[in-house]
């Protein structure tokens, strides 16, 4: 299944840079909470979901780019979660920085996580308790968290999103290496040993998280909230889709 679900992946990747390499212009609404939404992120939405259905249709499907009802949703224990576009102000600024995201979540644990970068044309995936990145279809290598105490840790940050809680923090670590990044290509360096800290503070969804922490955490490295908490996929005992803060690590 996870083989299938990388070529999907790959696939609706393929379609997002058709849009992005073209000269036609991009439609552009706003959410409720104004985040832009595009007729690329629409388009990739229907691709995962067709695809998903096809692979397994017994897995319902939770997609950021559709409403929610919690009425129905809560009792799901299993399901697909899924951001079709993550990072589509960096799509916008054309700065490559987006992915594809598909996740498996079961019993309220992300158990299969799939992040493909289309701009570099690089694939992070994990089952089971193990961690991959695809350079090209077909040729993958295992990936793992890695430190060592001789080195400065790279802290990784989101691009788009400051905020005074992670400035707070920054100033109370006296040695690190600073980089920003988009989308959940920052989970994946933390994943693949590049990068060791990756703070969040402000505001996130369960389907911006699902897919980078089944990754992180197969790789051996941790997600947790900053009271130590596991991040909450379980719908029964939540009432909305935000995440609480979290930091990444890999130490």
């Not at 951001?83 to 594809?100: A, I, R």
């Not at 933390?190 to 990068?195: C, F, L, S």
Request: proline share 4%; aromatic share 12%.
């Amino acid at each position: 299944m996870l083989e299938k679900v990388c070529k999907l992946a790959r696939y609706t990747g393929s379609v997002i840079m058709k849009f992005y390499n073209s000269q036609k212009s991009i439609n552009i609404s706003y959410k409720s909470d104004k985040t832009p939404i595009t007729n690329v992120d629409r388009e990739a939405n229907n691709i995962i979901k067709e695809g998903l259905i096809q692979i397994n249709p017994n897995f319902p499907i939770i997609s950021e780019e559709e409403s929610h009802n919690f009425d129905i949703y809560r009792f799901w224990k299993d399901y697909w979660l899924i951001d079709p576009l993550d990072g589509t102000k960096e799509f916008l600024k054309k700065n490559g920085e987006f992915t594809v995201n598909i996740s498996l979540i079961k019993n309220g644990i992300p158990v299969l996580g799939v992040i493909y970068a289309p701009f570099s044309n690089i694939l992070y995936s994990s089952f089971n308790n193990n961690a991959w990145k695809e350079i090209k279809p077909g040729v993958k290598e295992k990936i793992s968290v890695s430190y060592s105490e001789k080195n400065t840790p790279l802290l990784i940050t989101s691009r788009s999103h400051p905020d005074k809680e992670l400035n707070n923090y920054l100033k109370k670590i006296k040695n690190y290496k600073l980089k920003k990044m988009g989308s959940s290509l920052k989970f994946c360096l933390i994943a693949e040993g590049t990068a060791q800290i990756y703070p969040r503070f402000g505001k996130t969804h369960i389907w911006d998280t699902a897919a980078g922490q089944a990754i992180v955490t197969a790789a051996g490295g941790t997600v947790k909230t900053w009271t130590g908490d596991d991040l909450n996929y379980s719908l029964s005992s939540c009432s909305s889709f935000i995440n609480s803060g979290f930091c990444a690590l890999s130490i």
